[in-house]
């Protein structure tokens, strides 16, 4: 059974850094997607940030250049390092896989973590 498990998340103010990991257990699979994605209260869910196992990664225009994941094979965990946080990076941060995967881009996430908290005050 897969499981994630998010942490790092935080209250930070404006311009301030945090990073988040994601520890995936139970994965069977020799290549698989994982990302990172946000909802912000009264918003629908956005992606952050995407992976594969061959280190190809993706990120959305609002957190380009701040923003930066990675994934430790080794290790099966996943980290955002976020800097320059703004208020609007506020929201709860999910982690997701999929196993058997490459083009992270368009697919449906099976497996999601519960969450972490972000908070970026002004």
């Known amino acids: 059974q897969v499981q994630l498990v998010e942490s790092g998340g935080g209250s930070v103010q404006a311009g301030g850094s945090l990073k988040l990991s994601c520890a995936a257990s139970?994965?069977?699979?020799?290549?698989?997607?994982m990302g990172w994605f946000r909802q912000a209260p009264g918003k629908e869910r956005e992606r952050v940030a995407l992976s594969n196992t061959d280190g190809a990664t993706t990120d959305t225009d609002s957190v380009k250049g701040r923003f930066t994941i990675a994934l430790d094979n080794a290790k099966n965990t996943l980290y955002l390092q976020m800097n320059s946080l703004k208020p609007e990076d506020t929201a709860m941060y999910y982690c997701?896989?999929?196993?058997?995967?490459?083009?992270?881009?368009?697919?449906?996430?099976?497996?999601w973590g519960q969450g972490t908290q972000v908070t970026v005050s002004s």
């Open positions: 139970g994965f069977i699979a020799d290549y698989f997607c």
């Open positions: 997701a896989s999929m196993p058997w995967v490459k083009q992270c881009g368009h697919v449906e996430y099976n497996y």
